[in-house]
């Protein structure tokens, strides 16, 4: 069984940054391709950024390119969101997913972490 648990979720002003950070324990983290989604208060569950296994391909939404970087240190089994030029729009639970090799669906879900964005 794989457990996710993500920190760093905070209250920032426009414009500051916060730094996610999931970690995953329980299966060979490598072998997953991670993403980071969010919710927010009466919206549905959108992707945010994903990275590969070995870390050489990123993506992510057209809402957050340029002001989000996702990162992984597989030897920790941990990745990162660094987010930064925050705005109130990025007010979520956001949440790190493990997609499976096979199906490629998002099968290993954290409990999620709060960031809320002040004018």
């Known amino acids: 069984q794989v457990q996710l648990v993500e920190s760093g979720g905070g209250l920032v002003q426009a414009g500051g940054s916060l730094r996610l950070s999931c970690a995953a324990s329980?299966?060979?983290?490598?072998?997953?391709?991670v993403g980071w989604f969010r919710q927010a208060p009466g919206k549905e569950r959108e992707f945010v950024a994903g990275?590969?296994?070995?870390?050489?391909?990123?993506y992510y939404a057209d809402s957050v390119k340029g002001r989000f970087t996702i990162s992984r240190d597989n030897a920790k089994n941990t990745v990162s969101l660094q987010m930064n030029s925050l705005i109130p729009e990025d007010t979520a639970v956001y949440y790190c997913?493990?997609?499976?090799?096979?199906?490629?669906?998002?099968?290993?879900w954290g409990q999620g972490t709060q960031v809320t964005v002040s004018s």
């Open positions: 997913a493990l997609r499976e090799p096979v199906t490629h669906r998002y099968t290993y």
């Open positions: 990275i590969s296994e070995s870390a050489d391909t990123t």
């Open positions: 329980g299966r060979t983290f490598s072998m997953y391709a």
